[in-house]
């Protein structure tokens, strides 16, 4: 009876240890994960420009957590919806670059950045960083060309790696924009076109994919 007892006790032992190691192992594995993520983005960060007078730049204030997907607009924003995807790869055009910060803003369906009390930039701003393919990925509206212009509607985006420091890239385009220019057809700050050719979704969303090639 009292070996019965006492295998029952070491048993329960043993076992409770077990349980208690891996749940020890997985808080330790996603507390270290955390910290190489937080070291990544202090490194982007780093890189970023620094200067706030600079008009073009905003990889600074890139928050704590960005994943390989934004949302810049909220579904009660009035305006054409777009989902825009693509990959940005290395200098040779073939080889995903993971890690990669990219920050994007564009104006609002008035054509206007920054209202009273908002950010230079407005509120249809945010950062991505890509996945191991690459990969990246933002929604939002579409936006205007400025008041009495003749500049094509664009969306702004500037890239930073942990080896180079924040660079902006040819903006977004849309193909039927009747102020686009030939050279901004031609431009190729960032490789491939900019000028992106939607694809209607159904529900009011459109779909365009912009790749990215590092310098």
């Known amino acids: 009876m009292d070996n019965s007892i006492s295998g029952r006790r070491e048993f329960l032992k043993y076992a409770a240890a077990a349980i208690v190691i891996p749940a020890f192992a997985g808080c330790r594995d996603s507390t270290l994960a955390q910290k190489r993520e937080e070291s990544l983005l202090d490194t982007l960060r780093r890189n970023a420009i620094q200067d706030p007078d600079c008009e073009w730049c905003g990889a600074r204030d890139a928050p704590d957590k960005v994943g390989r997907r934004a949302v810049l607009a909220v579904e009660t924003d009035p305006g054409e919806r777009l989902r825009i995807d693509g990959t940005v790869y290395r200098a040779d055009g073939k080889t995903p670059a993971e890690h990669t910060l990219i920050y994007l803003y564009h104006t609002d369906i008035y054509g206007i950045y920054g209202r009273s009390g908002e950010h230079r930039h ?90 990215i090639r590092l310098a």
């Open 122 to 211: 407005g509120r249809y701003r945010g950062w991505m960083l890509t996945d191991a393919d690459g990969k990246y990925e933002f929604e939002t509206i579409r936006p205007a060309s400025y008041p009495n212009s003749t500049i094509a509607a664009h969306i702004h985006m500037t890239v930073t790696t942990a080896e180079a420091k924040e660079d902006w890239f040819d903006s977004i385009l849309f193909e039927g924009d009747r102020f686009i220019t030939a050279r901004e057809r031609v431009a190729r700050k960032g490789g491939f076109d900019p000028v992106l050719r939607l694809e209607e979704l159904g529900g009011g969303v459109f779909a365009g994919t912009r790749d």
